[in-house]
């Protein structure tokens, strides 16, 4: 396991462009872009991890998605050979790309002016509604299905089935976010993985609709 930290947190404004070390903590992008006066990527306020994980994911929210922004990307392969990745050779899905087996180093994005203030505004609005929506002060790993595309969220489904605050074990569908699992003290991986199954299982059963595992499961 290799842990990116402060020696690839590089945070460089050029103009328009940031160029952001894989190291730096993705809610840091967020408001320093923003306190510079550039949005792109302000929206990414409340999304932990790292740049590399969000570039190499393409993480996003609330309609924003690091494929929009990035325009080159530093990788290192196996080897140990350094080079950088122009972003017509990267393709971007939903939480997806196909850089495959390299490690990011850094990135560059391409952003666009805004001023600071009504940034700032937005980021206070969308980490309150994060507060208030999902459960911030529990363990859990995000959000643990794929939005199916159409009208409804993988969030939704899972309420329409009936399975909010659905326990098995020490997992738990959140009370307040059906699409997070969180761990009310004692869940092991057995009860996380058990409570995927059911959750996929009963929401097929009930809305005809097979949801897709966001999360990776390891081992
Ligand atoms: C409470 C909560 C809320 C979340 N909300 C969101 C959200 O709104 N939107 C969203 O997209 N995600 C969300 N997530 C998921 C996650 O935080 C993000 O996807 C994040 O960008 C992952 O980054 P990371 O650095 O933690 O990567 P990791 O989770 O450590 O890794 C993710 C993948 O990227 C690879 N990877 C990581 N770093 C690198 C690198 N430098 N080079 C190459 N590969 C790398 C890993 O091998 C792994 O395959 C949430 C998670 C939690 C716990």
Same mark, same amino acid.
């Given at each position: 396991?290799?842990?990116?930290?402060?020696?690839?947190?590089?945070? &460089?404004?050029?103009?328009?462009?940031?160029?952001?070390?894989?190291?730096?903590?993705?809610?840091?992008?967020?408001?320093?872009?923003?306190?510079?006066?550039?949005?792109?990527? &302000?929206?990414?306020?409340?999304?932990?991890?790292?740049?590399?994980?969000?570039?190499?994911?393409?993480?996003?929210?609330?309609?924003?998605?690091?494929?929009?922004?990035?325009?080159?990307?530093?990788?290192?392969?196996?080897?140990? $050979?350094?080079?950088?990745?122009?972003?017509?050779?990267?393709?971007?899905?939903?939480?997806?790309?196909?850089? *495959?087996?390299?490690?990011?180093?850094?990135?560059?994005?391409?952003?666009?002016?805004?001023?600071?203030?009504?940034?700032?505004?937005?980021?206070?609005?969308?980490?309150?509604?994060? $507060?208030?929506?999902?459960?911030?002060?529990?363990?859990?790993?995000?959000?643990?299905?794929?939005?199916?595309?159409?009208?409804?969220?993988?969030?939704?489904?899972?309420?329409?089935?009936?399975? $909010? *605050?659905?326990?098995?074990?020490?997992?738990?569908?959140?009370?307040?976010?059906?699409?997070?699992?969180?761990?009310?003290?004692?869940?092991?991986?057995?009860?996380?993985?058990?409570?995927?199954?059911?959750?996929?299982?009963?929401?097929?059963? $009930?809305?005809?609709? &097979?949801?897709?595992?966001?999360?990776?499961?390891?081992?």
């Amino acid at each position: 396991m290799i842990r990116l930290g402060k020696g690839l947190d590089r945070f &460089e404004m050029k103009g328009a462009t940031a160029i952001v070390g894989a190291g730096l903590p993705t809610p840091l992008l967020a408001r320093r872009t923003a306190e510079a006066g550039f949005a792109g990527v &302000e929206r990414f306020i409340g999304v932990p991890g790292t740049v590399g994980g969000g570039v190499y994911m393409n993480a996003g929210c609330h309609g924003a998605e690091f494929a929009e922004v990035v325009t080159e990307v530093t990788v290192m392969d196996a080897k140990g $050979k350094i080079k950088p990745l122009p972003r017509k050779q990267i393709s971007y899905k939903y939480r997806a790309s196909n850089l *495959g087996t390299v490690i990011v180093l850094e990135a560059k994005l391409a952003l666009i002016e805004e001023p600071p203030a009504k940034l700032k505004e937005l980021q206070g609005k969308l980490l309150r509604w994060r $507060k208030a929506g999902t459960p911030f002060d529990q363990p859990c790993c995000g959000s643990v299905f794929k939005n199916p595309g159409g009208p409804r969220t993988a969030g939704t489904l899972i309420d329409e089935a009936g399975l $909010k *605050g659905f326990t098995l074990g020490g997992a738990q569908v959140s009370p307040l976010h059906a699409n997070y699992f969180v761990n009310t003290g004692s869940a092991t991986a057995s009860d996380v993985l058990k409570l995927i199954e059911h959750v996929r299982k009963t929401v097929a059963k $009930k809305l005809g609709v &097979e949801l897709e595992l966001e999360v990776k499961v390891i081992g």
